[in-house]
């Protein structure tokens, strides 16, 4: 069983800089394909970013495009979000999670992560 553990998300001003890391406790994590997504009360969990296995590709959802960088160590098992002119719509509890199993190509749909971390809260004030 892999752990996830998310860290770094806090209180911000708009327009300022979060970077939140996930570390995974154990597995090939070259393996997995690795994603970060939110969510806001009453709201379904939406996808906002992802890196392949091989480091090669990284995947957005539209709104975040040009502000957010996922980027990985494998060495160090762990991936970060750094999250650049933040928006009081960018609030929510981003999680971390990891593919390990499906190599459908899918990095967008929550389904084919079978590994999530507990979640942090990031808050963006206007």
Do not use: H
């Not at 154990?26 to 969990?45: D, K, L, N, T």
């Not at 996808?47 to 296995?53: D, Q, T, Y």
């Not at 960018?90 to 992560?113: E, M, Q």
Request: hydrophobic share 35%; glycine share 12%.
């Amino acid at each position: 069983q892999v752990q996830l553990v998310e860290s770094g998300g806090g209180l911000v001003q708009a327009g300022g800089s979060l970077k939140l890391s996930c570390v995974a406790s154990s597995g090939i994590f070259g393996a997995y394909v690795m994603g970060w997504f939110r969510q806001v009360p009453g709201q379904e969990r939406e996808f906002v970013g992802a890196i392949s296995r091989n480091d090669v590709s990284t995947y957005y959802r539209d709104s975040v495009k040009g502000r957010f960088t996922v980027s990985r160590d494998n060495a160090k098992r762990l991936v970060t979000l750094q999250m650049n002119s933040l928006k009081p719509e960018d609030t929510a509890v981003y999680f971390c999670a990891a593919n390990s199993r499906d190599y459908s190509g899918n990095y967008i749909s929550a389904s084919v992560y079978n590994y999530w971390g507990q979640g942090t809260q990031v808050t963006v004030s206007s």
